[in-house]
């Protein structure tokens, strides 16, 4: 797995050098903004019209009474200086569009679950999904205003998680701090590797 | 009243679903059928899959006589679009939020465009079944030097 360079004329079907991170939870939780916090271009959005395959393989109920139901998801992308480029995919905030979560988690490297402690059961689809797939995940707490302060081991706790899997405290607006995140959760991805 | 602007009379604008009379859509199905006119009702490419990450590089132009056996290709301006966007390589998922186009319309253009060697496609390395311990000190020494 060479790092592909940009001066090399292409070839189809050579391998670029893109690696994908998910970023999970309720909605407004901070997802966007985490995604935006550390991506070189402003989060862009991309919407995929919902189809007839697509539902039913969950709860329908509420869509149908939509007129129109698109999935819209927010991503970023940072081109690292080593050439790699890592895209950061917020996932749709309705837990009912599995469909795509598949697709978003096919060669994800891993997950953030951001968590508001004050609506702590926003997040436990996604942490069920991520360790049903397999997808190794780590927990941001969000620092919201206001929030109670509940302890990292409360929130493991609630979540029912084994104590190899990181919970930490983070501000997304805070540029630094969601680097510290993305970091805890490669981090995390290369122990749970070693200890396979 | 003259028709000679070509445009055919309201009541028969929905007339392209065929016979019987009975509409194929309705007020339910909102704007999401305008998109899938583009692709002439396909929603599916049955060629590679475009994964969200996989960059497109628009390819040198084929040769003008290297002729398509087969009926005339006839491009949609989002054809158009997408190879003016992808000269420098840019991501599947990038297209769809560049041209504000749903992920399945713009896959089904991509895949016209393979079809006639328009585009190039690089697939994402699979770093994720088995990441190697040296591509994720990468990832983080690149995350750290943000």
Redesign the interface.
Known sequence: MESVRSDAAPTAGESALTVKILVAGGFGVGKTTLVSAVSEIRPLRTEEALTEKSIGIDDTTAVASKTTTTVAMDFGRITLPNGLVLFVFGTPGQDRFWFMWDELAKGALGAVVLVDTRRLADCFASVDYFERRGVPFIIGVNRFDGAGHHTHEQVRDALDLPPEIPVITCDVRDREDAKRVLITLVEHIMRSMSRV | MDREDGHAPPEGANGAGGAGGTAWYD??????VR??ALTGGR?HYDGVEF?????I?TADAPGPDDAHPGPQWVPEPEHGMILELCRT?L?V??I???LEL????VRVLLGDLLDHSLI??????????F???R????????????
């Open positions: 007020d339910a199905a909102g704007p999401v998109p899938y929603t994964d969200l990450v996989a960059l590089i390589p991501s998922v990038e769809a939020s560049d749903p992920l399945g319309v190039q496609v690089r697939r994402p390395a699979p770093v994720a079944q990441p190697s311990e591509v994720l000190k990468e990832v983080i020494d690149g995350i750290r030097a943000l």
